[in-house]
């Protein structure tokens, strides 16, 4: 047995995340870039373990104690990047949530991501580890999306997917396809999957000759878009965050 003592706390970086300052990795970067600090004194590795953020700050100010775990829906519209920013001045989901989120909401950060042309539902968290959680593959998160697609496919096609399928030497886990309804050449397809690659379904739809025109995630996990409008955003109940977490061990 090492007489080594067992350091108390945890790293950092997971703090900072669990205090809503970023993601895990954004926190590392931070780190990595030499705006944190402890007592003044810039800490140069991210596998720092602390108790807890007494005395921590970032860009010079105090990071306060963790707030309490806060999730919101977004019906995000197409057109607008999931990014904080964007080099070449086009519009983001930040753009639109100055109007959108409820008054005296925190500083959010989205889960996972939608790309420029898809729409629907973009859960939104001010806890890190919480975010991280929903984004790992390895916690079996369903996403439900709706796709309107051009071209001819059979439902017995998609009950394939549900063995995974391999394209261009990327491997995508199982996938539950189910085939809504027809109204001439254009389909209309829900798709369910848990592992969240990027543009997975409209990569595994094109790989099945359909040209996709529409697509809309409809649920995250228990989260649902209902009948949110587009563009606007709401507050989760928190019995159904709690009951999340206890899911996902947090």
Known sequence: MSDEPKREGERIAKLLARAGVASRRAAE?????????????????????????????????????PAPTLVYRFHKPTGLLTAERDPKGRATIYDALRNAMPKGSPRVMP???????????????????????????????????????FGEVTQEQLEELSEGIEI?????????????????????????ITEGKNREVRRVLEHLGLKVSRLVRTAYGPFALDDLPRGAADRIARPAVDALKRKLKL
Do not use: F, Q
Not at 37 to 63: E, M, S
Not at 168 to 192: F, H, M, Q
């Open 111 to 149: 889960v996972g991501r939608l790309d420029l042309n898809t729409e629907g539902l973009l859960l939104l968290t001010n806890d890190g580890e919480l975010k991280r959680a929903l984004e790992l593959p390895s916690s079996n998160i369903p996403r439900t999306y709706r796709a309107r697609a």
């Open 29 to 65: 970067r931070m780190i990595d870039e030499g705006r944190v600090a402890l007592d003044g004194k810039t800490l140069d590795t991210a596998n720092t373990v602390l108790p807890d953020l007494r005395g921590v700050t970032v860009d010079g100010k105090p990071v306060g104690k």
């Open 168 to 192: 261009d030497g990327v491997r995508y886990g199982p996938i539950d396809a189910n085939l809504e309804r027809s109204t001439g050449a254009n389909k209309w397809i829900e798709i369910t």
